[in-house]
C-alpha cells in the first residue's frame, strides 16, 4: 500500500485506521530518515488504542511501554533503537517476543536478529509538504491487516495509484 500524507492530520488519521484495524498481536517497524515521522505515527496509533497522558518517544529510554485499552487490550513496547550501537544492547532490556500485543520499533535495522520478525513494514519518507508511506506485509497477518486497512474510506483519499 502506498500513501501520500500531506499533514500532521493525515498521519493521526492512519494512525487511528491502524488502530481499528490491529490484529490481536503485531509487530510494527517502522523505517525512515530523521523527521520522516515516525514517532508521530506511532503515537498517533498509541493514541487511538487508549493510551492517555504523555506518550514519550523512547529516543534515550529505547523503550516505553503502554497499557492499551481497545478491544483487543493488552500492552504496546514502543521502540527506538536509535542510539545503540550493536544488535546484541537489546539483551539488556530484558524484552521477550510474546510478552506485549503490539510492538512499535523504530530504526528496527540496528536491532539485526534480535527483534522479533516484522508483521508489517512501515517505511515513511518525506515528499514535499508532505510524507509518502509504503506499507508491506511479510507474514500472513501482516498482509491480513493490510486487506483490512484498504477498507478503512478515510484512507482511500490518501492511496497513490500505480
Not at 500513501?3 to 490481536?24: K, N, Q, Y
Not at 537489546?90 to 506485549?100: K, R, Y
Not at 508489517?120 to 514535499?128: C, Q, V
Amino acid at each position: 500500500m502506498h500513501l501520500w500524507l500531506p499533514d500532521a492530520e493525515a498521519t493521526v488519521t492512519l494512525g487511528r485506521a491502524l488502530a481499528v484495524t490491529r490484529p490481536p498481536a503485531a509487530v510494527v517497524y517502522l523505517a525512515g530518515d530523521l523527521g520522516a515521522g515516525k514517532s508521530t505515527l506511532a503515537r498517533a496509533l498509541l493514541r487511538a488504542l487508549g493510551v492517555h497522558g504523555p506518550i514519550r518517544s523512547p529516543t534515550y529510554t529505547l523503550v516505553e511501554r503502554y497499557p492499551l485499552t481497545d478491544a483487543v487490550g493488552g500492552e504496546a513496547l514502543h521502540l527506538d533503537l536509535y542510539r545503540i550501537g550493536d544488535p546484541g544492547e537489546l539483551e539488556f532490556l530484558g524484552l521477550e517476543p510474546g510478552e506485549a500485543t503490539l510492538w512499535l520499533v523504530e530504526w528496527p535495522e540496528r536491532g539485526g536478529d534480535r527483534l522479533p520478525p516484522a508483521d508489517l513494514r512501515i517505511a515513511l519518507g518525506l515528499s514535499g509538504e508532505g510524507r509518502e508511506v509504503r506499507l508491506s506485509a511479510p507474514t500472513e497477518a501482516g498482509r491480513a491487516w493490510l486487506d483490512r486497512l484498504a477498507l478503512v474510506d478515510e484512507l482511500h483519499a490518501f492511496l497513490v495509484k500505480g
